[in-house]
């Protein structure tokens, strides 16, 4: 308590920090369990260790209020096309590429076989805690390895740099480089989604390089060292790396024209850019560049999923720690049974979120080897981001009404957490594009549904999966009513939700998450659980106090 000349302060609920947001997650704990020995979950909490401390509270909000700044020329008049960054962007950025969020996908470490994507989802959801804008250029260049896979010497003479742990962000050639990143620019302003619409052209110029004219609407990370992009090359659409620094050290033709002014995602730079003849390489021969990038765009959208899982996280965690503290007409908030409810209802949707996508992450680490893990992969990637990053917005706003103003004033966290979310519901594919490649899986691929469906129906211990939901007459419906695929992609999500959680925590659980999302009427609000289920002890499981 402190007294002030008027008054004496009191009832104010101390920040969150100190919490290890690793060990005080139990459902990602029981997710992983299999995944997890002493050398990886040491790692793991070190890594919720730190984006639960103040240092990392602090430097996320230092590099969301103040914004990257863009700089086309010098004093003198010559282009820079350069980019300034805080310093907190940067130590957000050193921290996480140590943690090999970037390249730990394609390191050799061979501790890591069989489980190298449940660990990193693991690593990119603490993040996501802590600080969700600069993932954005760890995921591009995690993804763009894919790409540059299709020409050996591209990707002989990038990857090495890619794999550095070391983060550096001096604008030299990339064979200077202590360690490299990639972005990906394929949206241009006439199509977002449909990138048959590019207008970007590719030339030969000689020598294995190409001359790219056009632009790109949205380029995230416009510093990093080589942009991944989509151009017509001879009436074929081809994918091309772009170095942003050529071997002399001079520019590249990459025109920065200016930063987006985004809703959210602030520390991280958007920009618009036009290559003016810009030099290239060609990835993979003219005419593949859409297989390139529904390749990339599998990583992209996992992630999306599993930084928005972090995000409800985040927001859960505020809105619980918010209520144990508050005290209003004399009980805490969160011995106030219609409270309870709430948080309970908000720590069903968050848990299950967070099954869902380390129960992906795992069905990547095991496709290479199980056809129904391949087939949980290709179906079930478009459904998690279309469900997961959905429905954050929605669980982020109403843990902020749980604090009241205080959680709507900037020196809250959940306004920030509020604006990124929907980043990731927009980026590498909306809703409606989610919902049609799930259609598109199925025309190719009927027996990936069947796979999923008897994996939910044995998880949720039933007779058949009808009896969870009936997906199938839903899925028939879809393939010849495209407008039913919203309803298609949320039963699959649902039932897929709770049979992940079914692995990873108390039965209650998920029994309590398919009675209210499946089984029971249409919900449009948080806090209707029904009183036959636990709500404290849902709270407290889901978040325990630390």
Request: charged share 20%; proline share 5%; with cysteine.
């Amino acid at each position: 308590m402190r007294a002030f000349e008027t008054h004496d302060v009191f009832n104010q609920t101390p920040p969150v920090v100190g919490r290890n947001l690793f060990d005080t997650d139990p459902v990602v704990l029981g997710a992983l369990e299999a995944a997890l020995d002493p050398d990886i979950e040491e790692m793991l909490q070190r890594a919720g260790a730190y984006w639960g401390s103040a240092e990392a509270l602090e430097i996320a909000r230092l590099a969301n209020t103040a914004p990257p700044v863009l700089r086309t020329h010098d004093r003198f008049g010559y282009r820079l096309d350069s980019v300034e960054f805080h310093p907190a962007y940067h130590a957000l950025m050193r921290h996480s590429v140590d943690a090999g969020l970037h390249a730990a996908l394609w390191e050799s470490d061979p501790t890591l076989a069989g489980r190298r994507n449940a660990v990193r989802a693991a690593g990119y959801y603490l993040a996501a805690q802590g600080e969700a804008g600069h993932l954005g250029a760890l995921t591009a260049t995690s993804a763009a390895v894919v790409a540059l896979a299709a020409d050996s010497g591209v990707v002989d003479a990038w990857l090495p740099g890619i794999l550095s742990r070391r983060y550096d962000h001096r604008s030299l050639p990339a064979a200077q480089k202590l360690g490299l990143t990639i972005a990906i620019g394929l949206t241009e302003k006439q199509g977002g989604t449909d990138a048959r619409t590019t207008t970007t052209v590719a030339e030969p110029a000689g020598e294995g390089l190409w001359r790219l004219t056009g632009h790109k609407w949205f380029l995230s990370a416009p510093m990093s060292d080589a942009f991944v992009v989509l151009a017509q090359a001879e009436g074929r659409l081809g994918c091309f790396l772009v170095p942003r620094v050529l071997d002399d050290g001079g520019p590249n033709a990459v025109r920065f024209q200016r930063l987006k002014d985004k809703l959210g995602t602030r520390s991280n730079a958007t920009a618009e850019a036009e290559l003016a003849g810009a030099y290239g390489f060609a990835l993979g021969e003219p005419g593949h560049g859409l297989g390139a990038v529904l390749q990339m765009v599998t990583l992209t959208r996992f992630d999306s999923a599993v930084a928005s899982a972090g995000l409800m996280r985040a927001a859960l965690t505020e809105a619980v720690h918010h209520a144990r503290h508050r005290v209003a007409f004399g009980a805490t908030l969160i011995d106030q049974p219609i409270m309870t409810r709430v948080l309970a209802d908000l720590a069903l949707d968050s848990a299950a979120a967070s099954a869902l996508v380390m129960r992906l992450a795992l069905a990547f680490d095991a496709a290479t080897t199980d056809a129904a893990e391949a087939a949980y992969v290709q179906l079930m990637t478009p459904v998690a981001k279309y469900w997961v990053s959905k429905i954050a917005p929605s669980l982020i706003a109403e843990a902020m009404e749980c604090l009241g103003g205080n959680g709507y004033v900037e020196e809250s966290v959940l306004p920030r957490l509020y604006r990124d979310a929907p980043a990731l519901t927009i980026s590498d594919g909306p809703g409606n594009a989610m919902c049609l490649d799930v259609l598109r899986t199925l025309r190719r691929d009927p027996a990936a549904l069947d796979a999923v469906l008897e994996e939910i129906g044995r998880d949720m211990e039933t007779e058949g999966p009808s009896s969870v939901v009936d997906i199938r007459s839903t899925a028939a419906m879809a393939v010849g009513d495209l407008g039913a695929a919203r309803v298609l992609t949320e039963q699959l999500a649902l039932a897929a939700a709770a049979s992940a959680l079914r692995r990873c925590a108390p039965r209650v659980l998920s029994d309590a998450f398919m009675e209210t999302r499946i089984v029971g009427p249409w919900r449009a609000t948080y806090g209707k659980l029904d009183g036959r289920f636990d709500a404290r002890g849902i709270v407290d499981y889901v978040v325990p106090a630390a």
